[in-house]
């Protein structure tokens, strides 16, 4: 099918979309995947939204996924994610659900820099957003894998917002508890057919074992690693290129392709994560405290103050979400009866 055949059921520019509440106007596209796109739409009160699409050509829909995901992170009342306000579906075209419009990814972000990095302190204020939007989605059930700085976003200034990342795209996510009871383990398949991209995929990712906790950490580490140094060392490499990405990743862990990985980093604290990653097996929780304790270590070491700016606001004080803001806000959640696992709901109309 060529691209033209796979889109040509996708919204155009302009069009009207109408659910059983509300208009609204594709605007401007933000990104387009292969039977997918996301749109800037406006609502018939000047409103702006995101506009999530997929194809009814597609072979495995993931929409619904968004969905329920969203739901659960909506829940639990995390500042990590963005809200479904709607949905609804333009019969034989395609289906499409509306969500809280936020800002610029975090890969186009780096990449408009030159060189394209950021400053360290950026790179772990934002690592530690990341790990917390991890951990969230952890807590109501799913894992991601598909961490990668594509996958997150700043909110929009406009809103204020642009201090606070949010993580996108839940296509991939799959559900980690059982279903008999919540805080079951699913059994591991025995293999598992490859999830993911390949830059960022843990080591288990590549060798097509099944993810668990660890891998969206894993993978986690390498887009941190990718911010503050501005490459990988895999760089140019495909994604077809599994096993020699895997061997990269393998080498970086020991004599010289380790001292030249972590050129760059806080070397002492990235080893620390990296190491601990690496003891951590498909049942394990992983301490996330641990590994933010080595985030603000880092911080710490190299004069990264708590309200130091972001490259992309340099003009203010750091006011993003942080551990603590976390732990308070889910206190209060836990004591009004809200924060429950919701992910075992099913994915209901609106
Ligand atoms: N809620 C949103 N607000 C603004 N931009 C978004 C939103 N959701 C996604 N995007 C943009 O669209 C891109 C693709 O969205 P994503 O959900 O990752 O879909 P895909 O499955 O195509 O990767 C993102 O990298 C981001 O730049
Ligand atoms: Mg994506």
Not at 53 to 71: A, P
Not at 144 to 157: C, M, S
Not at 286 to 305: E, F, R
Request: glycine letters at 6%; proline letters at 4%; hydrophobic letters at 35%.
């Amino acid at each position: 099918m060529s691209e033209e055949e796979k889109n040509d059921k996708l919204p155009a520019t302009g069009e009207i979309l109408c659910t059983k509440r509300h208009k609204y106007e594709a605007a401007k596209l933000l990104g387009k995947g292969g039977f997918g796109a996301v749109f800037l739409v406006k609502r018939e009160d000047g409103e702006n939204f995101a506009m999530k699409c997929e194809s009814y050509d597609v072979k495995k829909q993931v929409l619904s996924m968004d969905c329920k995901v969203l739901r659960g992170t909506f829940l639990i009342q995390s500042p990590h994610f963005c809200q479904v306000l709607d949905r609804g579906k333009v019969v034989d075209r395609f289906r499409f659900l509306i969500m809280k419009l936020v800002g610029r990814n975090l890969w186009d972000l780096r990449i408009d820099r030159e060189p394209p990095k950021f400053t360290l302190n950026t790179s772990l204020k934002a690592a530690e957003q990341c790990l917390m939007a991890i951990q969230d989605l952890h807590s109501v059930g799913y894992l991601h894998r598909d961490i990668k700085p594509g996958n997150f976003a700043v909110g929009r200034p406009e809103a204020n917002e642009h201090h606070n990342v949010f993580m996108l795209d839940f296509g991939l996510c799959r559900k980690f508890a059982g279903e008999s009871t919540d805080k079951d383990l699913r059994m591991p398949r025995a293999t598992a057919p490859f999830r993911g991209t390949t830059r960022y995929a843990s080591m288990a990712a590549l060798r097509q074992i099944e993810q668990s906790r660890k891998d969206d950490i894993e993978a986690w580490l390498y887009m941190v690693v990718e911010w503050t140094v501005g490459f990988l060392p895999w760089r140019r490499l495909k994604g077809q290129d599994k096993e020699e990405v895997l061997r990269w990743k393998e080498d970086i862990r020991t004599g010289e392709a380790y001292e030249d990985f972590m050129q760059g980093l806080p070397k002492r604290q990235f080893t620390e994560i990296m190491r601990y990653v690496d003891t951590l097996e498909y049942h394990s929780i992983p301490d996330y405290d641990y590994v933010h304790y080595c985030l603000q270590h880092a911080c710490k070491q190299n004069n990264c103050g708590p309200t130091d700016p972001l490259d992309w606001d340099p003009g203010s004080k750091y006011h993003g979400p942080t551990f603590a803001d976390r732990e308070k806000k889910q206190k209060i959640a836990i004591a009004a009866g809200k924060a429950k696992d919701t992910s075992k709901e099913g994915s209901k109309e609106f």
